[in-house]
């Protein structure tokens, strides 16, 4: 009994033990795997490329005229809006000129008449005999300086509102400050230049608001 039990064990033991252990794989075969992998790949995408492209269909065409024409309107939109804003902004400005010189030369019309009742106080003032202004005239001494003192208060209010009095007397005629009356020669003068000033003339916020009435020098 034994025996035969030996022998069936014998019978059941595999000859050939080495197949049954797993089999393990070469580094060399793998590298050669998948370079022959690789090149297949490229070979691939090689043929891919080389293959003719598809022409786009009748659809494809109609989209994309479409979208030509959609970039065109939205290019033509994008041009006609930045024009607009550019429109508005100087639109903006030239308003806001505008009314930054109402405010300046609002008064140019109430300054013109004031400039008349300035040239009455001068010309009282200069006709007043400074030999007259005594002790002995108190009256008339006491109207010539309160005549002084109310011409040099209007033209501070004329000076605090940009209104600037033009005596040009030994300055060079110019003609968008000064008006000529006359030329004449007269010696030791520079012909060009003003020798005597008829009426003061004034500038309001350096605009010309009357000019000066002059004599101009004459060249011999």
């Not at 049954?20 to 690789?38: D, E, M, N, V, Y």
């Not at 607009?84 to 903006?92: G, Q, S, V």
């Not at 005999?129 to 002790?135: G, H, S, V």
């Not at 020669?185 to 009426?199: N, Y």
Request: charged share 30%; with cysteine; aromatic share 4%.
């Amino acid at each position: 009994m034994a025996a035969a039990r030996w022998g069936v064990r014998l019978l059941l033991r595999p000859r050939y033990p080495l197949l049954s252990c797993p089999l393990r794989t070469s580094p060399r075969l793998l590298c050669i795997a998948t370079q022959q992998k690789s090149t297949g790949q490229n070979l691939e995408d090689d043929q891919s490329q080389n293959e003719p492209k598809a022409e786009p269909s009748s659809a494809e065409k109609i989209l994309i005229e479409e979208k030509a024409k959609l970039e065109e309107q939205l290019k033509e939109m994008t041009d006609k809006y930045k024009r607009a804003l550019a429109d508005t902004e100087n639109l903006r400005q030239r308003s806001q000129k505008l009314v930054e010189e109402a405010k300046l030369y609002g008064i140019q019309s109430f300054c013109k008449d004031l400039l008349e009742v300035a040239d009455i106080l001068e010309k009282a003032t200069e006709s007043v005999p400074k030999e007259e202004l005594k002790d002995e005239n108190p009256h008339l001494k006491n109207l010539y300086d309160g005549l002084l003192l109310t011409e040099v208060q209007i033209q501070k209010v004329f000076k605090k509102h940009g209104l600037l009095k033009l005596n040009p007397v030994g300055a060079k005629f110019d003609p968008y400050e000064h008006e000529a009356l006359y030329h004449a020669p007269m010696e030791g003068k520079e012909p060009g230049s003003i020798a005597l000033v008829s009426k003061v003339g004034y500038k309001l916020h350096g605009r010309t608001l009357r000019p000066a009435l002059v004599g101009v020098v004459k060249g011999t």
